[in-house]
């Protein structure tokens, strides 16, 4: 008992919380069928110029503060509505701009919840104090019909381990999809043979293409086959060639915005009804290159997926879907650097135990080796981890969650063997962080979690969330937290 009230004292929890902002929106298409869409067309084309302009204006009024470029967007939605449009109307740009701002809606990113933070260091370090840190933070927003996005926060770690975040920018960014990337055929290949996915009509559709192709090559490609009456295709192949070139795509934000404008926002289809939990980590490859990457979970409202996020600026992503017999469940959170020429991951495949995952290529998991069952009162419903692993000289940390009694989350650690990860050589028998009075209240009661943490000075940054409402951090001295394991 004396040694669980000792351990529990070396955590610091910071003041600085970090808060949801409704004001932080986005525009999305609001597009209904294609009845009411020419219903609507028909009103606004009704209107006299004088009074679209002056519609114009006052829509204009209320919104252009909240956007970057608002009428941009307005035209953006037109093109999506103009092929309901009759042959015959020529249309002013006041008009086309009007029947964009109909067919547009703000969405509150963050209006629910601000939660689930991972931390990563900043991939430019330029500029600082001695001794000081610059980071990236994400986090999980949820906004209304509870979709989930990823978002981002910056600041500095100093010295003395106090913090300083960033002003957060009133705008908010959403990137740009990029379809002149090119997508590997091998690659797309072995995806689609993974899914089980690959017959004659697949084959055909890949013969022609180059090694290397755009979603405009692949698109052209399936079109000219469909075009030819001899050819008898299987539409449920040609769906699934869509569905993954749609889960793998490629992202862009405006690199003169701010890292806080930007927002990761559902795009494909097996991400519609959210992007939750990316846990980020800074990946060191066999040259020493740096990338950052992020596993995720994509949900569509009625299954998961787990998925992968890749930038080297946090300007320019890239999607990946994640494939093979292991890559499924929540949870997955990939080790800083290969063991052995293999990556690692950490997974919870069951749901309820965790697992270390190997594999010769970061897209296909085959394999999980289960490591650590609950064991523990406060973790005996379920256990999973909490962000990457940390390599230390005494081994990788790995902070877990356990879940106890009445769903309440807490956070523990194990630290695995350097070489073979398998291997547990000890761990916290108590929990770390327990959730306070004042962290107990919210949209998720009685819950503390996080996605990722760091080490700086010998400290370790843990952001965590409370409640699956709001996050704030915590620190621990990582020579006092070895101390209070108990080694195997």
Known sequence: MEKNRVRKSLVKRNRTKIERNSSR????????????????????????????????FHI??????RHKNIERIFLENFKKVSPYLTDEQDLSSTQKLLIGAFFTMEYSIESAALFNPSIVPHPSQDGLPEGSLRFVMSLRATGEGHISSIVFRSGIIKADHTFLVNPVSEFVDTPIIRHDQFYDSHLFQLKLKSMNAWNETSNRVFENLPSLFTFEALKNRIVGLQMNAENSLDNDAIRNIYWLADSNYFIKFNPTHDISEHVIFPVSENESRGIEDARFVMFFDDDGEVTYYATYTAYNGFCILPQLLVTKDFV???????????AQNKGMALFPRKINGKYVMLARVDGENNYIMYSEH????????????????????????????????????????????????????????????????ARLEE???????????????NVVYSCGALIHNNMLVIPYAMSDISS????????DLIAAMKFY
Not at 60 to 65: A, C, K, M, P, Y
Not at 431 to 445: D, F
Request: charge should be negative; hydrophobic fraction near 45%; glycine fraction near 8%.
């Open 25 to 56: 929106v986005i525009t999305r298409p609001h597009i209904p069928d294609a009845g009411r869409i020419r219903r609507i067309i028909g009103r606004v084309t009704k209107l006299t110029e004088e009074s679209a302009e002056d519609l114009l």
């Open 60 to 65: 204009d009024l209320n919104f252009i503060e």
């Open 316 to 326: 320019n992503f890239e999607i990946i879907t994640l494939n093979g017999n292991a």
């Open 362 to 425: 970061l897209h296909f998991w085959d394999e999980a080796i289960m490591i650590q069952e609950p064991s523990m009162p406060w973790e005996f419903f379920q256990i999973g981890n909490c962000g990457s692993p940390l390599e230390l000289n005494e081994g990788w940390l790995v902070l877990t969650h356990g879940v106890g009694a009445m769903r309440q989350y807490f956070i523990g650690a194990i630290l695995l063997d350097l070489e073979d990860p398998t291997k547990i050589i």
């Open 431 to 445: 929990p770390l962080l327990t959730p306070n009075a004042e962290e107990r209240e919210g949209y998720v009661p």
């Open 472 to 479: 704030n951090i915590a620190t621990v001295k990582i020579t």
